[in-house]
């Protein structure tokens, strides 16, 4: 009988930002309900039962308190859950009093809200238009030598080589559906498919205010859960790539409609019914705001990899929020979170067209982007090259010589201007137009491009790009004196090509989005990285049938795909053990900035976890680390000696060399000389600082089949700012005599979380007084009069500008409260809050486990308990325990109060 930590997102008004600008208008539907976070289904809940607990003697015991239950949402009957969702009726102060009860209730372990939560946006690079192209069906092929670039970047591609496909395995995924009918994904849903089981939870009514379960998976309109189903098991298909385990078989469990949203009801049920139904090893690409293990949804995942199924989860792209900001469930202690470096290329879906050479009936494809005008018809035309040189800055500037035959019956070829220069594209148009060109195809200067382009002349008819390697190869074969053909069709029946584009400036390097590190209880996350910026993968074919997306999203598929791998070759599907193994043999990252690699520091531990994922190493790595990284804490739970074992599983002694590789310090804030911290978004400030560790011994041999254990004792750097929190990291790093070369990542804090203020008064990083007003979050002058309708009554919103607390707290703050304090009389009741006599806190607090993005609240004139406050002047006081903090202890709270502000009702 607790009150969940949850519950206090309740019904407030309160809403977790999902950036440090906060959302802050207020259309007139959202103002004209009642305080309500619009982040939670209002009236929902989720309860989970102490033991075996029926829901309907459930339903029948809150029937005879007199709760009205409008409707059931969910049944969780679940080896690791027992629980379930309903729909209670009732207004603000009658839900607020139910949940209370409910709470209090033996059979009730825990209730908390339905929350909504949206799968990430995918941030769609290309999208394939061409669907008729398609095979009906492709045979389903396992391992090809395949040089897809995020296998290539893993070593996935070496296990594919060595007929590895993940054979025998399941993975169950948790995502928004899959196209099945998909061919390089088997083209069928059941037993016998590739997609072989799954279930949807959400059904396919997007009006119905209830999900709708049915068993059928399919997603023909969001396409995030094709794309993820492809990365790890699509089959040989005609754009030559297939995914990381082809071999596997997979589960998909739905948890949304066409609308993207979802609740954390479905996801979590998603989740346990993976587990149930068998699954080895599950993969969600999904999450909500958090930095908290343990928050709910983390804790269950958490519970599901303890149990024995490996748990990969995004941990999503908030990357540019900085530190101390992984998602729900990422961020259970159990999960691995899979981090997300950015493709060596970028797959580029353009046109397919054809050339020959010299009049042969052999055709080889290339790619070509439609420019405009593009192709109506489809032309069969010899190439002809303004100029034989391909580092030509020129091309066709002046006007061409008296020599130049007529072009309108040739394909005209030429290099993009240098950008910048006078020769624009329009000039080259204008004298290729002179000689009559009607159809013109520009080569890009750099292979990181395909030019997108524009012409207008009147002789033109099509223009299109093609890249600067395609380019060269035309005019060698030109320059050989070969004649070259090329066949392009018009736009609509030209098939759809994938170009890989190089990726100079951050391929390879750990993607900015990246959601970055450590827990707020400072454990590490993410754990490693894979491949997620611009990945090529399969898409609903009514989408399109092929997709380049980004995200952690992308990432965390490959990296179950790997683990997948290492579990065939290796025969376990220990959760710990994998996991210890990928992030053992992972090659750390170097810095790089968003614009910049700083070759001489690796990143973050925060940012990239152990580093980027070698699978085969880790499917062949005879040695086991007995962790897979270590949390030194801060400096209040510092322990400086600690231990891991060593497990040598080779036939013979091996002996390890101790070294140590420091990673970049970053502070939690900035110093910028105010009194308050300034909180920071990335990159966080750096720091001139690091660890120095020391071992018992250096090198240690540990006998065939034996295991040693090592000390590590590390001295934090001392010469750091411990009041801006600096994060300190690195890699341990053995390297063994049998040539592993393995690494352990530990970060730790030098500082007190604890001695850091929870709340600060003021705009920079702090708490303020708003309104409701537009979009900037201005702090409103002392005294602001707001004028509302009377909660209680119907009157209309429109116009209504309401007053609105912000919080921003330094770092996730476990509890938060907010009251609010009259300055003129009330004729309420009061009770003593930190030194204020407070009518009661504001809808939706406390809150528990908030994010360090913290928390904001539109004020209706009603209180957490359904109170309706008479006209005044009111001041809100924020409240907030420090993190390690005590509730009981008054030490351990930080109060800060807002300008007054007057409270009118319109009449
Ligand atoms: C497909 O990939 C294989 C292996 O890299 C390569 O040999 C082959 O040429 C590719 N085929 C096409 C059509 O790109
Ligand atoms: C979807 O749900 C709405 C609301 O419950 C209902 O009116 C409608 O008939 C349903 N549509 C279908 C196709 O079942
Ligand atoms: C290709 O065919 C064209 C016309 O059909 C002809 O003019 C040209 O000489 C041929 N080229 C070669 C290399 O055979
Ligand atoms: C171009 O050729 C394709 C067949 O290759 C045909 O389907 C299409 O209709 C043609 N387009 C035009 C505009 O004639
Ligand atoms: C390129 O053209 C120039 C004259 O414009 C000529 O001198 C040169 O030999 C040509 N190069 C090749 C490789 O054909
Ligand atoms: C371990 O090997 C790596 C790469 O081979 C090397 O950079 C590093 O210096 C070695 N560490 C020690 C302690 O010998
Ligand atoms: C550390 O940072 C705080 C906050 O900006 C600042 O007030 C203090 O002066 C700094 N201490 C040192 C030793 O620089
Ligand atoms: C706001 O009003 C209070 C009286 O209710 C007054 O004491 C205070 O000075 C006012 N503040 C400002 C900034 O006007």
């Not at 320059?479 to 030209?494: F, L, P």
């Not at 801006?724 to 049998?738: A, M």
């Not at 309401?802 to 009061?830: E, H, N, S």
Request: aromatic content about 8%.
């Amino acid at each position: 009988m607790r009150v969940h930590p949850a519950l206090a997102a309740l019904l407030g008004a309160l809403t977790y930002t999902t950036n440090a600008v906060a959302a802050a208008s207020v259309d007139d539907a959202e103002a004209s309900s009642a305080a309500v976070d619009e982040s939670i289904v209002k009236g929902s809940y989720i309860v989970e039962f102490d033991g075996d607990e029926d829901s309907g003697a459930f339903y029948q015991d809150l029937n005879a308190d007199g709760i009205e239950v409008e409707h059931h949402r969910m049944d969780m009957k679940y080896q690791l859950f027992k629980g379930a969702s309903f729909h209670l009726k009732g207004d603000v102060a009658e839900l607020e009093a139910a949940a209370s009860v409910i709470a209090a209730k033996p059979r009730v372990k825990s209730i908390w809200p339905v929350r909504k939560i949206y799968f990430p946006k995918p941030d769609v690079t290309h999208v394939g238009s061409n669907v008729s192209e398609l095979p009906q069906r492709v045979k389903r092929q396992e391992g090809n030598g395949n040089l897809f670039t995020p296998h290539v970047m893993t070593q996935v591609d070496k296990l594919l080589a060595e007929g590895y496909t993940g054979k025998g395995l399941r993975i169950g995924l948790v995502d928004t559906g899959v196209d099945y009918t998909h061919p390089a994904l088997g083209g069928c849903f059941g037993k016998g498919c590739l997609i072989e089981y799954g279930y949807d939870f959400n059904g396919d009514n997007d009006t119905s205010p209830v999900p709708i379960p049915d068993d059928d998976p399919y997603d023909g309109c969001i396409g995030h859960g094709t794309h993820v189903a492809g990365i790890i098991a699509a089959q040989l298909n005609e754009h030559n790539f297939t995914g990381a385990a082809p071999g596997v078989t997979l589960g998909m469990y739905k948890a949304t409609g066409c609308g993207g949203e979802t609740t954390n009801e479905m996801l979590l049920s998603g989740f346990l019914a993976a587990f149930e139904d068998g699954s080895d090893i599950i993969s969600c690409s999904a999450g909500d705001d958090s930095g908290w293990s343990s928050d709910p949804w983390a804790m269950v995942a958490s519970r599901i990899a303890e149990a024995g199924v490996p748990v990969i989860v995004a941990p999503g792209n908030s990357g540019n929020s900085g530190l101390w900001y992984p998602s729900t469930p990422a961020s259970g202690l159990a999960v691995t979170a899979a981090g997300s470096v950015e493709n060596v290329v970028l797959p580029s879906l353009v046109k397919a067209a054809t050339f020959s050479v010299n009049n042969s009936t052999q055709t080889e494809r290339f790619g070509v982007r439609f420019g405009s005008p593009s192709f109506q018809v489809n032309v069969t035309l010899p190439l002809w090259a303004v100029s034989n040189d391909t580092t030509s800055e020129t091309d066709a500037c002046d006007a061409l010589p008296n020599d130049t035959p007529d072009l309108s019956d040739k394909a005209v070829l030429l290099r993009m201007p240098t950008s910048g220069s006078d020769c624009t594209t329009a000039t080259q148009v204008k004298n290729l137009a002179d000689k009559g060109a009607r159809y013109v195809l520009w080569y890009s200067q750099t292979n990181s491009n395909i030019p997108d382009v524009y012409a207008s002349g009147e002789s033109i008819e099509a223009v299109a790009g093609i890249p600067s390697e395609q380019g060269a190869k035309f005019i060698s074969l030109l320059n050989e004196g070969s004649t070259v053909t090329v066949d392009i069709n018009d736009w609509s029946s030209a098939g759809l090509f994938i170009h890989n584009l190089d990726n100079p400036i951050t391929g390879g390097y750990t993607s900015r989005s990246s959601s970055w590190g450590p827990t707020q209880e400072i454990d590490v996350k993410p754990q490693v990285t894979t491949p997620g910026g611009d990945i090529l993968s399969t898409y609903p074919l009514n989408l399109g049938g092929y997709a380049v997306l980004s995200g952690t999203s992308m990432a965390t598929p490959l990296l179950a795909a790997i683990f997948a791998l290492v579990a065939e070759v290796r025969g376990t599907k220990d959760p710990q053990v994998l996991r210890s193994l990928i992030s053992s043999t992972a090659k750390p990252n170097v810095w790089f900035d968003g614009q910049t690699a700083h070759n001489d520091i690796l990143a973050p531990v925060a940012q990239q976890g152990a580093g980027l994922a070698q699978a085969w190493e880790a499917a062949h790595a005879t040695t086991i680390l007995s962790e897979s990284s270590i949390s030194f804490n801060d400096s209040d739970h510092f322990v400086a000696e600690r231990t891991f074992t060593i497990q040598n599983t080779a036939a013979e002694d091996v002996t390890y060399i101790l070294g140590h590789t420091k990673a970049l310090t970053m502070y939690t804030f900035s110093d910028n000389g105010a009194d308050v911290l300034s909180t920071t978004a990335f990159p966080n400030p750096t720091a001139d600082g690091w660890a120095e560790l020391s071992f018992a011994s250096d090198e240690i041999t540990v006998p065939a089949g034996g295991v040693s254990e090592v000390t590590v004792t590390l001295t934090p750097p001392q010469s750091l700012n411990a009041t801006l929190l600096p994060i300190y990291s690195g890699y341990i790093t053995l390297n063994s005599t049998n040539e592993e070369s393995l690494v352990l990542p530990y970060l730790g804090v030098f500082g007190s979380l604890h001695d850091t203020p929870i709340v600060q008064a003021g705009y920079d990083g702090g708490v303020f007084l708003t309104d409701t007003n537009g979009h900037f979050n201005i702090p409103s002058a002392a005294n602001t009069t707001f004028t509302l309708n009377r909660p209680d009554s119907n009157s209309s919103s429109a116009g209504v500008i309401y007053p609105k607390l912000i919080i921003w707290p330094t770092l996730g703050a476990p509890t938060l409260r907010a009251d609010l304090i009259a300055l003129t009389d009330t004729g309420l009741p009061t009770t003593n809050w930190k030194g204020y006599e407070t009518l009661g806190p504001l809808a939706g607090f406390p809150a528990t486990l908030v994010p360090r993005n913290g928390a904001s609240s539109w004020f209706y004139g009603v209180l957490d308990d359904g109170t309706i406050v008479p006209e005044g002047t009111y001041i809100f006081v924020t409240s907030g325990v420090r993190v390690f903090g005590d509730a009981s202890k008054e030490e351990d709270w930080d109060v800060v109060e807002t300008v007054p502000f007057v409270l009118k009702y319109k009449s």
